[in-house]
Protein backbone atom coordinates (compact mmCIF):
# COMPACT_ATOMS: atom_id res chain seq x y z
CA UNK A 1 0.00 0.00 0.00
CA UNK A 2 2.58 2.13 0.97
CA UNK A 3 4.73 1.57 -2.70
CA UNK A 4 0.93 2.25 -4.34
CA UNK A 5 0.88 5.67 -2.33
CA UNK A 6 4.51 6.81 -3.40
CA UNK A 7 3.89 5.98 -6.90
CA UNK A 8 0.70 7.91 -6.71
CA UNK A 9 2.35 10.99 -5.39
CA UNK A 10 5.01 10.78 -7.58
CA UNK A 11 2.80 10.24 -11.16
CA UNK A 12 0.50 13.33 -9.57
CA UNK A 13 3.62 15.37 -8.99
CA UNK A 14 5.42 14.92 -12.23
CA UNK A 15 2.36 15.77 -14.28
CA UNK A 16 1.44 18.97 -12.35
CA UNK A 17 4.91 20.27 -13.10
CA UNK A 18 5.13 19.04 -16.71
CA UNK A 19 1.56 21.20 -16.90
CA UNK A 20 3.24 24.15 -15.94
CA UNK A 21 6.05 24.28 -18.08
CA UNK A 22 4.75 27.18 -19.94
CA UNK A 23 4.55 29.36 -17.29
CA UNK A 24 8.13 27.87 -15.78
CA UNK A 25 9.95 29.34 -19.21
CA UNK A 26 8.90 32.64 -18.14
CA UNK A 27 7.92 33.41 -21.94
CA UNK A 28 4.52 33.66 -23.10
CA UNK A 29 2.65 30.57 -24.18
CA UNK A 30 0.69 31.92 -26.97
CA UNK A 31 3.73 33.42 -28.46
CA UNK A 32 5.75 30.09 -28.31
CA UNK A 33 2.19 28.41 -29.87
CA UNK A 34 2.45 31.01 -32.45
CA UNK A 35 5.65 30.38 -33.76
CA UNK A 36 5.25 26.45 -33.38
CA UNK A 37 1.82 26.87 -35.66
CA UNK A 38 2.99 29.59 -37.92
CA UNK A 39 6.75 30.86 -38.09
CA UNK A 40 6.28 33.63 -40.55
CA UNK A 41 2.58 34.79 -38.88
CA UNK A 42 3.46 38.39 -37.03
CA UNK A 43 2.73 38.12 -33.12
CA UNK A 44 0.39 41.14 -33.15
CA UNK A 45 -2.03 41.25 -30.60
CA UNK A 46 -4.63 40.39 -31.89
CA UNK A 47 -3.25 36.83 -32.87
CA UNK A 48 -1.95 36.46 -29.35
CA UNK A 49 -5.23 37.00 -27.81
CA UNK A 50 -7.09 35.11 -30.53
CA UNK A 51 -4.74 32.20 -29.15
CA UNK A 52 -5.34 32.75 -25.43
CA UNK A 53 -9.01 32.57 -26.09
CA UNK A 54 -9.13 29.72 -27.96
CA UNK A 55 -7.34 27.63 -25.73
CA UNK A 56 -8.34 29.34 -22.42
CA UNK A 57 -5.19 30.06 -21.36
CA UNK A 58 -6.06 33.10 -19.24
CA UNK A 59 -7.42 30.20 -17.06
CA UNK A 60 -3.84 29.99 -15.63
CA UNK A 61 -2.09 26.53 -15.30
CA UNK A 62 -4.29 25.47 -12.62
CA UNK A 63 -7.35 25.48 -14.41
CA UNK A 64 -5.83 24.19 -17.27
CA UNK A 65 -4.77 21.18 -15.13
CA UNK A 66 -8.02 20.88 -13.29
CA UNK A 67 -9.55 20.84 -16.97
CA UNK A 68 -7.07 18.28 -18.07
CA UNK A 69 -7.55 16.35 -15.30
CA UNK A 70 -11.42 16.55 -15.75
CA UNK A 71 -11.04 15.17 -19.31
CA UNK A 72 -8.30 12.19 -18.19
CA UNK A 73 -11.00 10.67 -15.82
CA UNK A 74 -13.15 10.44 -19.26
CA UNK A 75 -10.43 8.99 -21.15
CA UNK A 76 -9.84 12.02 -23.56
CA UNK A 77 -6.29 13.58 -23.45
CA UNK A 78 -7.03 16.70 -25.20
CA UNK A 79 -6.18 18.26 -28.33
CA UNK A 80 -2.90 19.28 -29.48
CA UNK A 81 -2.36 22.99 -29.39
CA UNK A 82 -0.43 22.91 -32.55
CA UNK A 83 -1.91 20.83 -35.00
CA UNK A 84 -5.46 20.40 -33.33
CA UNK A 85 -5.60 16.90 -33.44
CA UNK A 86 -6.52 14.50 -31.01
CA UNK A 87 -3.95 13.61 -28.51
CA UNK A 88 -4.58 10.14 -27.76
CA UNK A 89 -3.94 8.71 -31.09
CA UNK A 90 -0.51 10.53 -31.37
CA UNK A 91 0.20 9.13 -28.08
CA UNK A 92 -0.69 5.52 -29.17
CA UNK A 93 0.85 5.42 -32.05
CA UNK A 94 4.26 6.89 -30.63
CA UNK A 95 4.31 4.27 -27.69
CA UNK A 96 3.62 1.46 -30.75
CA UNK A 97 6.36 2.56 -32.35
CA UNK A 98 8.20 2.59 -28.84
CA UNK A 99 7.43 -0.64 -27.79
CA UNK A 100 8.18 -2.22 -30.94
CA UNK A 101 12.07 -0.58 -29.92
CA UNK A 102 12.22 -1.30 -26.44
CA UNK A 103 11.80 -4.95 -27.34
CA UNK A 104 14.56 -5.11 -30.59
CA UNK A 105 16.12 -3.64 -27.65
CA UNK A 106 16.10 -5.70 -25.43
CA UNK A 107 17.21 -8.47 -27.13
CA UNK A 108 20.40 -7.01 -28.11
CA UNK A 109 20.70 -5.56 -24.63
CA UNK A 110 20.03 -9.72 -23.55
CA UNK A 111 22.77 -11.05 -25.86
CA UNK A 112 25.24 -8.66 -25.00
CA UNK A 113 24.81 -9.10 -21.37
CA UNK A 114 24.95 -12.67 -21.55
CA UNK A 115 27.95 -12.68 -23.42
CA UNK A 116 29.79 -10.65 -21.50
CA UNK A 117 28.29 -13.09 -18.43
CA UNK A 118 29.46 -16.11 -19.84
CA UNK A 119 32.84 -16.20 -19.54
CA UNK A 120 32.64 -15.69 -15.49
CA UNK A 121 30.25 -18.68 -15.85
CA UNK A 122 32.82 -20.92 -17.50
CA UNK A 123 35.65 -19.95 -15.37
CA UNK A 124 33.93 -19.23 -12.33
CA UNK A 125 35.77 -16.45 -11.09
CA UNK A 126 35.37 -11.94 -11.92
CA UNK A 127 36.98 -10.00 -13.73
CA UNK A 128 37.57 -6.22 -13.75
CA UNK A 129 34.79 -5.47 -16.08
CA UNK A 130 36.76 -3.12 -18.27
CA UNK A 131 35.49 -4.28 -21.77
CA UNK A 132 32.22 -4.10 -20.26
CA UNK A 133 32.15 -0.57 -18.77
CA UNK A 134 34.14 0.38 -21.66
CA UNK A 135 31.38 -0.66 -24.27
CA UNK A 136 28.54 1.07 -21.46
CA UNK A 137 30.37 4.31 -21.84
CA UNK A 138 29.81 4.79 -25.70
CA UNK A 139 27.19 7.52 -26.10
CA UNK A 140 24.53 6.24 -28.07
CA UNK A 141 23.58 8.44 -30.72
CA UNK A 142 27.71 7.84 -31.42
CA UNK A 143 26.84 4.45 -31.70
CA UNK A 144 24.24 5.42 -33.94
CA UNK A 145 25.67 8.07 -36.15
CA UNK A 146 28.42 5.37 -36.62
CA UNK A 147 25.94 2.90 -37.76
CA UNK A 148 24.46 5.46 -40.03
CA UNK A 149 27.23 6.34 -41.87
CA UNK A 150 28.94 2.55 -41.76
CA UNK A 151 25.98 0.32 -42.03
CA UNK A 152 23.43 2.46 -43.66
CA UNK A 153 25.41 4.82 -46.14
CA UNK A 154 28.54 3.33 -46.83
CA UNK A 155 27.22 -0.17 -46.90
CA UNK A 156 23.85 -0.15 -47.83
CA UNK A 157 22.68 -2.41 -45.32
CA UNK A 158 19.74 -1.35 -43.53
CA UNK A 159 17.75 1.65 -43.89
CA UNK A 160 18.98 5.21 -42.56
CA UNK A 161 15.80 6.88 -41.26
CA UNK A 162 12.13 6.39 -40.87
CA UNK A 163 9.76 3.56 -39.95
CA UNK A 164 8.15 1.30 -42.39
CA UNK A 165 9.35 -2.27 -41.21
CA UNK A 166 11.53 -4.32 -39.17
CA UNK A 167 14.67 -3.34 -41.56
CA UNK A 168 14.28 0.57 -39.92
CA UNK A 169 14.19 -1.36 -36.67
CA UNK A 170 17.95 -3.07 -36.91
CA UNK A 171 20.31 0.19 -36.55
CA UNK A 172 18.39 1.78 -33.42
CA UNK A 173 18.03 -1.32 -31.52
CA UNK A 174 21.71 -2.17 -32.24
CA UNK A 175 22.17 1.73 -30.90
CA UNK A 176 20.46 1.37 -27.89
CA UNK A 177 20.97 -2.51 -26.81
CA UNK A 178 24.66 -2.52 -27.28
CA UNK A 179 25.57 0.19 -24.43
CA UNK A 180 22.39 -1.11 -22.00
CA UNK A 181 23.76 -4.53 -22.45
CA UNK A 182 26.89 -3.89 -21.24
CA UNK A 183 25.85 -2.41 -18.34
CA UNK A 184 23.48 -5.57 -17.32
CA UNK A 185 26.07 -7.66 -18.15
CA UNK A 186 28.82 -5.53 -16.29
CA UNK A 187 26.26 -6.40 -13.48
CA UNK A 188 25.53 -9.79 -13.75
CA UNK A 189 28.96 -9.91 -13.61
CA UNK A 190 29.76 -8.67 -10.84
CA UNK A 191 27.26 -10.49 -8.41
CA UNK A 192 28.00 -14.19 -10.20
CA UNK A 193 31.77 -14.69 -8.44
CA UNK A 194 30.54 -14.36 -5.15
CA UNK A 195 27.54 -17.14 -5.97
CA UNK A 196 30.05 -19.65 -7.66
CA UNK A 197 32.54 -19.21 -4.61
CA UNK A 198 29.66 -20.74 -1.61
CA UNK A 199 29.96 -24.26 -0.55
CA UNK A 200 26.81 -25.08 -2.43
CA UNK A 201 28.18 -25.09 -5.66
CA UNK A 202 31.80 -27.57 -4.54
CA UNK A 203 28.86 -30.17 -2.97
CA UNK A 204 26.85 -29.79 -5.84
CA UNK A 205 29.93 -30.67 -8.16
CA UNK A 206 30.78 -33.37 -5.54
CA UNK A 207 27.43 -34.76 -6.00
CA UNK A 208 27.78 -35.35 -10.01
CA UNK A 209 25.29 -32.00 -10.47
CA UNK A 210 25.48 -31.05 -14.22
CA UNK A 211 26.89 -27.77 -15.03
CA UNK A 212 23.60 -26.47 -16.61
CA UNK A 213 21.46 -26.62 -13.34
CA UNK A 214 24.82 -25.37 -11.17
CA UNK A 215 24.73 -22.03 -13.72
CA UNK A 216 20.95 -21.96 -13.75
CA UNK A 217 21.27 -22.14 -9.78
CA UNK A 218 23.39 -20.06 -9.35
CA UNK A 219 21.78 -17.37 -11.58
CA UNK A 220 18.71 -17.48 -9.60
CA UNK A 221 20.83 -16.64 -6.79
CA UNK A 222 22.14 -13.55 -7.72
CA UNK A 223 19.73 -12.43 -10.49
CA UNK A 224 16.76 -11.19 -7.41
CA UNK A 225 18.01 -8.28 -6.53
CA UNK A 226 19.03 -7.16 -10.10
CA UNK A 227 15.72 -7.61 -11.73
CA UNK A 228 14.52 -3.92 -10.91
CA UNK A 229 17.46 -3.04 -13.15
CA UNK A 230 16.89 -4.69 -15.68
CA UNK A 231 13.40 -3.15 -15.45
CA UNK A 232 14.48 -0.01 -15.26
CA UNK A 233 16.90 -0.55 -17.86
CA UNK A 234 13.49 -2.00 -20.69
CA UNK A 235 11.53 1.72 -19.64
CA UNK A 236 14.98 3.63 -20.30
CA UNK A 237 15.26 2.13 -23.95
CA UNK A 238 11.52 3.82 -24.10
CA UNK A 239 11.32 7.06 -22.89
CA UNK A 240 15.11 7.69 -23.16
CA UNK A 241 15.89 6.86 -26.86
CA UNK A 242 15.42 10.18 -27.96
CA UNK A 243 19.06 10.77 -29.11
CA UNK A 244 18.54 7.78 -31.23
CA UNK A 245 15.36 8.51 -32.10
CA UNK A 246 16.36 12.04 -33.80
CA UNK A 247 19.13 10.47 -35.43
CA UNK A 248 17.30 7.81 -37.14
CA UNK A 249 14.07 10.18 -37.86
CA UNK A 250 11.94 7.32 -35.47
CA UNK A 251 8.18 8.61 -34.17
CA UNK A 252 8.77 6.85 -30.91
CA UNK A 253 6.78 8.18 -28.15
CA UNK A 254 10.65 10.30 -26.59
CA UNK A 255 10.79 12.15 -29.65
CA UNK A 256 7.17 13.16 -29.49
CA UNK A 257 7.63 14.05 -25.97
CA UNK A 258 10.49 16.19 -27.04
CA UNK A 259 8.73 17.95 -30.17
CA UNK A 260 5.81 18.73 -27.74
CA UNK A 261 7.86 20.21 -24.83
CA UNK A 262 10.14 22.24 -27.39
CA UNK A 263 6.94 24.12 -28.87
CA UNK A 264 4.83 23.68 -25.46
CA UNK A 265 2.16 21.61 -26.50
CA UNK A 266 0.82 20.74 -23.36
CA UNK A 267 -1.49 18.82 -24.05
CA UNK A 268 0.52 16.09 -26.30
CA UNK A 269 3.32 16.69 -23.59
CA UNK A 270 1.44 15.92 -20.80
CA UNK A 271 -0.14 12.28 -22.93
CA UNK A 272 3.48 11.80 -23.42
CA UNK A 273 4.54 11.84 -19.87
CA UNK A 274 2.18 10.12 -19.24
CA UNK A 275 1.99 7.39 -21.00
CA UNK A 276 5.85 7.18 -19.55
CA UNK A 277 4.90 6.98 -16.49
CA UNK A 278 2.29 3.76 -16.97
CA UNK A 279 4.81 2.33 -18.35
CA UNK A 280 7.49 2.53 -16.39
CA UNK A 281 4.71 1.81 -13.03
CA UNK A 282 3.76 -0.89 -14.97
CA UNK A 283 7.11 -2.63 -15.85
CA UNK A 284 8.03 -1.55 -12.13
CA UNK A 285 4.77 -3.66 -10.77
CA UNK A 286 6.15 -7.08 -13.07
CA UNK A 287 9.53 -6.53 -12.00
CA UNK A 288 8.62 -6.91 -8.24
CA UNK A 289 6.77 -9.65 -8.85
CA UNK A 290 9.66 -11.57 -10.90
CA UNK A 291 11.49 -10.42 -7.99
CA UNK A 292 9.28 -12.19 -5.50
CA UNK A 293 8.79 -15.30 -7.80
CA UNK A 294 12.41 -15.68 -7.75
CA UNK A 295 12.70 -15.73 -3.82
CA UNK A 296 10.00 -17.77 -3.06
CA UNK A 297 8.75 -17.76 0.58
CA UNK A 298 12.45 -17.59 1.60
CA UNK A 299 11.61 -13.23 2.05
CA UNK A 300 8.76 -13.88 3.86
CA UNK A 301 10.20 -16.37 6.44
CA UNK A 302 13.02 -14.25 6.77
CA UNK A 303 16.13 -17.47 5.18
CA UNK A 304 17.99 -15.24 2.92
CA UNK A 305 21.85 -15.44 3.24
CA UNK A 306 23.15 -13.06 0.78
CA UNK A 307 26.50 -14.08 -1.32
CA UNK A 308 29.77 -13.58 0.48
CA UNK A 309 31.47 -11.05 -1.12
CA UNK A 310 34.50 -11.93 -3.33
CA UNK A 311 37.38 -9.48 -4.27
CA UNK A 312 38.31 -8.99 -7.70
CA UNK A 313 41.99 -9.46 -8.40
CA UNK A 314 43.11 -6.66 -10.91
CA UNK A 315 46.60 -5.81 -12.14
CA UNK A 316 47.20 -2.35 -10.00
CA UNK A 317 49.10 -1.61 -13.93
CA UNK A 318 45.77 -1.44 -15.33
CA UNK A 319 44.66 1.25 -13.58
CA UNK A 320 47.50 2.99 -13.33
CA UNK A 321 48.18 2.98 -17.38
CA UNK A 322 44.61 4.29 -17.63
CA UNK A 323 45.09 6.80 -15.59
CA UNK A 324 48.34 7.95 -16.50
CA UNK A 325 47.19 8.19 -20.10
CA UNK A 326 44.06 9.93 -18.79
CA UNK A 327 46.41 12.37 -17.40
CA UNK A 328 48.61 13.04 -20.15
CA UNK A 329 45.77 13.72 -22.54
CA UNK A 330 44.44 15.97 -20.28
CA UNK A 331 47.37 17.65 -19.24
CA UNK A 332 48.57 18.39 -22.64
CA UNK A 333 45.36 19.69 -23.86
CA UNK A 334 45.29 22.15 -21.21
CA UNK A 335 48.53 23.59 -22.16
CA UNK A 336 46.96 24.78 -25.28
CA UNK A 337 43.95 27.26 -26.30
CA UNK A 338 40.23 25.62 -27.01
CA UNK A 339 38.94 29.03 -28.05
CA UNK A 340 41.50 29.97 -30.70
CA UNK A 341 39.30 29.92 -34.83
CA UNK A 342 41.54 29.22 -37.57
CA UNK A 343 39.08 28.69 -40.38
CA UNK A 344 41.97 27.97 -42.99
CA UNK A 345 43.07 24.97 -41.11
CA UNK A 346 39.00 23.58 -40.61
CA UNK A 347 38.80 19.54 -40.03
CA UNK A 348 42.29 18.64 -40.21
CA UNK A 349 43.59 15.47 -39.78
CA UNK A 350 45.71 14.62 -36.38
CA UNK A 351 49.33 16.17 -37.02
CA UNK A 352 51.96 17.02 -34.52
CA UNK A 353 50.30 20.82 -34.28
CA UNK A 354 47.18 19.32 -33.84
CA UNK A 355 47.56 15.91 -32.27
CA UNK A 356 43.89 14.94 -32.20
CA UNK A 357 42.61 16.80 -35.81
CA UNK A 358 40.77 20.59 -35.53
CA UNK A 359 37.02 20.43 -35.55
CA UNK A 360 34.57 22.71 -37.84
CA UNK A 361 35.57 26.40 -36.78
CA UNK A 362 39.61 25.29 -36.79
CA UNK A 363 39.85 24.60 -32.84
CA UNK A 364 42.37 22.04 -31.80
CA UNK A 365 40.22 19.07 -30.62
CA UNK A 366 42.92 18.16 -27.91
CA UNK A 367 42.78 21.30 -26.50
CA UNK A 368 38.82 21.72 -25.96
CA UNK A 369 39.04 17.43 -24.98
CA UNK A 370 41.74 18.92 -22.26
CA UNK A 371 39.96 21.59 -20.76
CA UNK A 372 36.26 20.05 -21.12
CA UNK A 373 38.15 17.29 -18.42
CA UNK A 374 37.33 19.01 -15.83
CA UNK A 375 33.92 20.21 -15.84
CA UNK A 376 32.47 16.89 -17.42
CA UNK A 377 34.05 14.43 -15.23
CA UNK A 378 33.54 17.34 -12.30
CA UNK A 379 30.29 17.58 -12.45
CA UNK A 380 29.40 13.79 -13.42
CA UNK A 381 30.95 12.78 -10.19
CA UNK A 382 29.70 15.29 -8.21
CA UNK A 383 26.15 14.33 -9.26
CA UNK A 384 27.33 10.27 -8.99
CA UNK A 385 27.89 10.81 -5.42
CA UNK A 386 24.80 12.29 -5.02
CA UNK A 387 22.85 9.82 -6.35
CA UNK A 388 24.83 6.99 -4.32
CA UNK A 389 23.77 8.95 -1.11
CA UNK A 390 19.83 9.12 -2.07
CA UNK A 391 20.12 5.80 -3.06
CA UNK A 392 21.12 4.67 0.18
CA UNK A 393 19.18 6.98 1.97
CA UNK A 394 15.62 5.89 -0.09
CA UNK A 395 16.72 2.38 -0.01
CA UNK A 396 16.68 1.69 4.09
CA UNK A 397 12.85 2.63 2.98
CA UNK A 398 12.16 0.09 0.33
CA UNK A 399 8.32 0.57 -0.39
CA UNK A 400 8.77 4.19 -0.55
CA UNK A 401 11.81 3.98 -2.45
CA UNK A 402 11.00 1.49 -5.04
CA UNK A 403 7.41 3.66 -5.93
CA UNK A 404 9.71 6.80 -6.14
CA UNK A 405 11.95 5.21 -8.67
CA UNK A 406 9.48 3.60 -10.67
CA UNK A 407 8.44 7.31 -11.18
CA UNK A 408 11.71 8.85 -11.67
CA UNK A 409 12.74 6.24 -13.75
CA UNK A 410 10.02 6.76 -16.72
CA UNK A 411 11.00 10.06 -17.45
CA UNK A 412 13.52 10.76 -19.93
CA UNK A 413 16.57 12.92 -19.15
CA UNK A 414 15.56 15.04 -22.13
CA UNK A 415 12.27 16.11 -20.57
CA UNK A 416 13.23 16.64 -17.11
CA UNK A 417 16.44 18.07 -19.08
CA UNK A 418 13.60 20.67 -20.76
CA UNK A 419 11.85 21.62 -17.61
CA UNK A 420 14.88 22.15 -15.52
CA UNK A 421 16.16 24.40 -18.48
CA UNK A 422 12.36 26.24 -18.74
CA UNK A 423 12.97 27.39 -15.05
CA UNK A 424 16.73 27.64 -15.23
CA UNK A 425 18.05 28.26 -18.51
CA UNK A 426 19.80 26.05 -20.76
CA UNK A 427 22.90 25.32 -18.94
CA UNK A 428 26.32 23.40 -17.28
CA UNK A 429 23.88 23.69 -13.88
CA UNK A 430 20.76 23.19 -15.50
CA UNK A 431 21.89 19.75 -16.79
CA UNK A 432 23.44 18.82 -13.86
CA UNK A 433 20.43 19.79 -11.98
CA UNK A 434 18.50 17.51 -14.18
CA UNK A 435 20.49 14.31 -14.03
CA UNK A 436 20.75 14.66 -10.52
CA UNK A 437 16.86 14.56 -10.76
CA UNK A 438 17.24 11.19 -12.21
CA UNK A 439 20.68 9.70 -11.34
CA UNK A 440 19.15 7.93 -8.02
CA UNK A 441 16.47 5.76 -9.16
CA UNK A 442 18.25 2.47 -9.83
CA UNK A 443 20.82 2.78 -7.04
CA UNK A 444 17.59 3.37 -4.64
CA UNK A 445 15.68 0.15 -6.33
CA UNK A 446 19.22 -1.77 -5.76
CA UNK A 447 19.93 -0.66 -2.42
CA UNK A 448 16.28 -1.33 -1.62
CA UNK A 449 16.46 -4.95 -3.14
CA UNK A 450 19.81 -5.92 -0.89
CA UNK A 451 18.39 -4.06 2.26
CA UNK A 452 14.96 -5.86 1.80
CA UNK A 453 16.97 -9.23 1.34
CA UNK A 454 19.70 -8.13 3.79
CA UNK A 455 16.78 -7.68 6.75
CA UNK A 456 15.07 -11.37 5.90
CA UNK A 457 17.94 -13.25 6.41
CA UNK A 458 19.00 -15.88 9.08
CA UNK A 459 21.36 -14.46 10.41
CA UNK A 460 19.64 -11.27 11.52
CA UNK A 461 16.92 -13.22 13.24
CA UNK A 462 20.01 -14.88 15.06
CA UNK A 463 21.01 -10.84 15.93
CA UNK A 464 17.42 -10.05 17.28
CA UNK A 465 17.10 -12.97 19.34
CA UNK A 466 20.62 -12.29 21.06
CA UNK A 467 19.09 -9.21 21.75
CA UNK A 468 20.59 -6.42 19.47
CA UNK A 469 19.20 -3.50 18.78
CA UNK A 470 17.73 -2.12 15.69
CA UNK A 471 20.34 0.43 15.42
CA UNK A 472 23.33 -1.89 15.92
CA UNK A 473 21.76 -3.89 13.43
CA UNK A 474 21.44 -1.49 11.00
CA UNK A 475 25.11 -0.02 11.49
CA UNK A 476 26.94 -3.14 11.68
CA UNK A 477 25.15 -5.54 10.05
CA UNK A 478 22.65 -4.01 7.03
CA UNK A 479 24.83 -0.91 6.23
CA UNK A 480 28.08 -2.94 5.50
CA UNK A 481 26.11 -5.50 3.26
CA UNK A 482 24.45 -3.05 1.44
CA UNK A 483 26.90 0.45 1.44
CA UNK A 484 29.70 -1.90 -0.69
CA UNK A 485 27.86 -3.38 -3.76
CA UNK A 486 25.59 -0.22 -4.29
CA UNK A 487 28.84 2.02 -4.31
CA UNK A 488 30.53 -0.48 -6.74
CA UNK A 489 27.00 -0.18 -9.01
CA UNK A 490 27.10 3.74 -8.86
CA UNK A 491 30.94 3.77 -9.70
CA UNK A 492 29.83 2.11 -12.78
CA UNK A 493 27.24 4.30 -13.66
CA UNK A 494 29.81 7.20 -13.19
CA UNK A 495 30.26 7.10 -17.51
CA UNK A 496 26.83 6.38 -17.79
CA UNK A 497 26.33 9.96 -15.68
CA UNK A 498 28.65 11.47 -17.95
CA UNK A 499 26.94 10.60 -20.98
CA UNK A 500 23.09 12.04 -19.67
CA UNK A 501 24.80 15.15 -19.25
CA UNK A 502 26.86 14.65 -22.56
CA UNK A 503 23.66 13.97 -24.14
CA UNK A 504 21.24 16.97 -22.94
CA UNK A 505 24.65 18.88 -24.45
CA UNK A 506 23.97 16.97 -27.48
CA UNK A 507 20.36 18.57 -27.68
CA UNK A 508 21.23 22.20 -26.81
CA UNK A 509 19.98 21.66 -23.17
CA UNK A 510 23.42 21.09 -21.46
CA UNK A 511 26.80 23.58 -21.80
CA UNK A 512 26.00 26.28 -24.43
CA UNK A 513 29.15 27.46 -27.17
CA UNK A 514 31.95 27.98 -26.98
CA UNK A 515 32.46 25.73 -23.99
CA UNK A 516 34.85 22.57 -24.54
CA UNK A 517 31.83 20.66 -22.82
CA UNK A 518 32.45 16.86 -23.54
CA UNK A 519 29.02 17.05 -24.90
CA UNK A 520 29.12 19.63 -27.10
CA UNK A 521 32.68 18.26 -28.48
CA UNK A 522 30.32 15.01 -29.55
CA UNK A 523 27.26 17.51 -30.88
CA UNK A 524 29.60 19.51 -32.65
CA UNK A 525 31.85 16.58 -34.56
CA UNK A 526 27.98 14.47 -35.16
CA UNK A 527 27.99 16.52 -38.95
CA UNK A 528 31.46 16.08 -40.03
CA UNK A 529 31.77 12.07 -38.24
CA UNK A 530 32.47 10.85 -42.16
CA UNK A 531 35.34 13.29 -42.75
CA UNK A 532 36.49 14.23 -40.02
CA UNK A 533 36.22 10.58 -37.83
CA UNK A 534 38.70 11.25 -35.29
CA UNK A 535 37.52 14.58 -33.96
CA UNK A 536 34.15 12.94 -33.28
CA UNK A 537 35.31 9.94 -31.45
CA UNK A 538 38.02 11.94 -29.50
CA UNK A 539 35.48 12.57 -26.26
CA UNK A 540 33.62 9.00 -26.62
CA UNK A 541 37.34 7.10 -26.63
CA UNK A 542 37.84 9.24 -23.59
CA UNK A 543 34.82 8.29 -22.01
CA UNK A 544 35.45 4.89 -22.30
CA UNK A 545 39.10 5.21 -20.66
CA UNK A 546 37.20 6.34 -17.91
CA UNK A 547 34.75 4.04 -17.74
CA UNK A 548 37.85 1.13 -17.78
CA UNK A 549 39.76 3.54 -14.99
CA UNK A 550 36.79 3.89 -13.29
CA UNK A 551 35.45 0.15 -12.73
CA UNK A 552 39.50 -0.81 -12.11
CA UNK A 553 39.49 1.24 -9.37
CA UNK A 554 36.33 0.39 -8.02
CA UNK A 555 37.59 -3.73 -7.89
CA UNK A 556 39.78 -2.63 -4.81
CA UNK A 557 37.00 -1.26 -2.82
CA UNK A 558 35.96 -5.24 -2.24
CA UNK A 559 38.96 -5.68 -0.99
CA UNK A 560 39.04 -6.42 2.92
CA UNK A 561 35.31 -6.13 2.63
CA UNK A 562 33.15 -8.65 4.91
CA UNK A 563 29.67 -8.77 5.82
CA UNK A 564 29.27 -9.92 9.37
CA UNK A 565 27.40 -13.38 8.20
CA UNK A 566 27.56 -16.62 10.09
CA UNK A 567 27.52 -19.74 8.45
CA UNK A 568 27.18 -18.00 5.16
CA UNK A 569 29.60 -20.70 3.45
CA UNK A 570 26.52 -23.36 4.21
CA UNK A 571 23.86 -20.89 2.00
CA UNK A 572 21.95 -22.64 -0.43
CA UNK A 573 19.97 -21.14 -3.44
CA UNK A 574 17.24 -19.59 -2.94
CA UNK A 575 14.07 -20.89 -4.51
CA UNK A 576 15.79 -24.02 -6.33
Given at each position: MRTALTRAAGLAAVLALVGLLPWLSGKDPALSLLRARSAEQEPTAEALNAIRDDLGLDAGPLGLLGHWAAGLIRGDLGVSWVSGAEVLPSVTAGLQVSLALMGASLAVALLVGSALALPVLVRGRGTAGAFGAMLAAVPEYLVALLLLVVAGVWLGWFPTSGWAGPAHMVLPALALGIPAGALLGRLVADALPDALDERWVELWRGAGVGRCAITDAALRRVLPPLVPQFGMAAVGLTGGAVAVETVFAVPGLGRTAL????????????????????????????????????????????????????????????????????????????????????????????????????????RDVLARLGHGAGSTVGTAAAVCLLGLVIGLALGFLPNAATGLADVANALPPVIVGILVAAATGPGAGGAAL???????????????????????????????????SPARIMVRHVLPSVAAPVARHAVLRLPGIALALASLGFLGLGAQPPSPDWGLLLDESADYIERAPVAALAPAVTLALLAALAVSLSAYTQRGRTRRTPVRKEAVPVAV
Open positions: GAARSQDLPLLQGAVLALLALGLLVGVVSAAVRAQLLGPALRDAALTLPAARPVRVSPAVPVALGTLLAGVTGWGLLRDPYVIDTTARLTAPSWSHPLGTDALGAVALISWPPLAAHAAALTQEVRASSFLSAQKAIGA
